[in-house]
């Protein structure tokens, strides 16, 4: 079985260089990217120890309630901003298909390499849609 994909999950902090009005926006950006990375870190941490042997069981769940929490973390953050919002709604339903994608390896019994695969498949797509949100998160971030 292969490792699951790294999730991207390394977000840039914003200056608060703007103006009275675009500094909510930076206030916002802030805490959201407070809470990502502080996931991010903790995902990355729970994917160096997976290993290929059948006791990762515990280890997929284990990253599975990390996603969970990063989903749950960022789902806690007030946003006002329309598109900021739209990002963490999104960001948050790809970390909840990854800790069911992560459950779903850890669920599927290790002789089903057939199931194993699809779910690992799963996990790579999942993690490339994460990467493309940090970007898109980052962006709007970054953009004055």
Known sequence: MRHPILMAGLFVAVAPSL???????????NALVEVLNKG?????????????KPEAVAEYKALADAADNV??????V??????LK??????QKVMKEFAKTARDIAD??????????????EMEK????????VDDINKFCQAP
Do not use: F, W
Request: overall charge negative; charged content about 25%; aromatic content about 2%.
């Open 71 to 76: 989903a749950n973390g960022a789902a806690a």
């Open 19 to 29: 103006g009275a009005c675009g500094q909510s926006k930076v206030t916002e950006c």
């Open 126 to 133: 999942v993690g490339k849609e994460e990467e493309q949100l």
């Open 78 to 83: 007030e946003l006002r901003t329309p598109e």
């Open 40 to 52: 991010a870190q903790d995902i990355h941490a729970r994917t160096n120890t997976i290993t290929t």
């Open 108 to 121: 599927s019994d290790a002789k089903d390499v057939a199931k194993m695969n699809a779910a690992a498949n």
């Open 86 to 91: 739209k990002l963490s709604s999104d960001y």
